[in-house]
């Protein structure tokens, strides 16, 4: 077994196991991938004051997310189709982090449902939304995830239509995979997780496989997501929503100041400024690069989280220094996940659990709560 130090190791090994279908889906972005590039890149032009001769004795990353205590501000963010980077995938990542003590998000396009989450996790986790037009279903899914106990809904707004990744549409990304003559060929390479498959029954979209009315086709991904989502969505929707969910709801994929506002007004918990791992609008901004503006804009008036482009703990402090209470990864756990199941997901965690506390500490803090613009140096252009 190789020394692994970093979440790039996790990926390589990752992309050695996994039949390409899979891969490329995680490893992706929309169009020219710009965004997804940046994404990752604009975190290295921010740089970490260095600080000497402070007690750094006593550290501690603990800190709260929508009120609930985490070991670390990172949470697991929802990833469509874990369940096919590894068998049972969800209930593995969703594991994972519940004995870490942070959040698990579990995807509307899960493979795993929330029930069977459910039934392999003790701590609840949080259930994330696609808006969807038939409104009983989506009805039916708050109801599936209140028996479930998720304390928080997750709702997911830029993707009212798809950011087409080339990469899946040549692939004919689909779960489970079609078997066509350069499917199996590629899945006869990759025996270890083919075997993992074979072992388990939990190969179809479980949120949505029999549960859905007037959908042709839910094992092909995007004839799915364009037949099934709203292209009409709006804030009054969300609204309903939180209104329908009667808990925690966080709003997921805020890029624009304007768009924080309104997610404050209609009284979110939380909003994620997300541009979905460059996965929807190719050639926006990184979402690093928008943080300060938003957290200008509604700081005072609702909790901010980050994702998109995480890679590393030092990205963590630094989102978190810039405003944010807390961030989600999602390839950095998915690239775990497809190296090693469940054992990857907490060594992806590890991993950056302990760059964040040694950055902490090199920057002269002891308490991740205490992380502020006093530890950075941001170029212009950010914000
Ligand atoms: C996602 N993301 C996502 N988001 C969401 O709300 N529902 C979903 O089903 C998915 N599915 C999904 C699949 C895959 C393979 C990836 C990589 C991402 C977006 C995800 O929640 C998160 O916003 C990004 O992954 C964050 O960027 P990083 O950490 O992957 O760079």
Known sequence: MPVITNIEDLRRIYERRTPRMFYDYAESGSWTEQTFRENT??????????????????????????????????????VGLTGMQS?????????????FGVPYTLSTMSICSIED?????????????????????????????????????????????????HKDLKNGLSAPPKLTAKSIANMMTKIPWGLEMLGTKRRFFGNIVG????????????????????????????????????????????????????????GADAIVVSNHGGRQLD??????????SIVDAVGKDVEIHLDSGIRTGQDVLKALALGAKGTYIGRAYTYGLGAMGQAGV??????????????????????????????????????
């Not at 050639?283 to 300060?292: H, K």
């Open 87 to 99: 068998a049972d995938g969800e209930i593995k990542a969703a594991r994972a982090a519940e004995k």
């Open 283 to 292: 050639g926006a901004v990184s979402s690093i690069r928008m943080l300060p």
């Open 211 to 266: 549960h859905a009315k007037g959908v042709s086709d839910p094992s092909s991904l995007s004839t799915w997501t364009a037949e099934a989502f709203d292209p009409a969505l709006n804030w009054d929707r969300i609204a309903q929503f939180k209104e329908w969910w009667g808990g925690k709801v966080i709003v997921k994929g805020i890029m624009e100041p304007e768009d924080a506002r309104r997610a404050a007004d209609i």
């Open 117 to 165: 989450v459910a039934a392999h996790t003790t701590k609840p986790f949080w259930f994330q939304v696609y808006t969807l037009k038939d409104d009983d279903f989506m009805r039916r899914l708050f109801e599936r995830a209140h028996e479930a106990k998720c304390s928080a809904i997750v709702v997911t707004v830029d993707l009212q239509v798809l950011g087409q990744r």
């Open 346 to 383: 907490t060594k992806a965690l590890e991993v950056i659990h302990k760059e964040l506390d040694v950055t902490m500490a090199l920057c002269g803090e002891t308490d991740v709560k205490n992380l502020g613009p006093q530890n950075l140096y941001v170029p212009k252009g950010y914000g």
């Open 41 to 78: 890149s604009d975190f290295s032009h921010i740089r970490l004051k260095q600080r000497v001769a402070v007690d750094m004795s006593g550290r501690s990353t603990k800190s709260q997310m929508i009120g609930e205590d985490v070991a670390m501000p990172v949470a697991l963010a929802p």
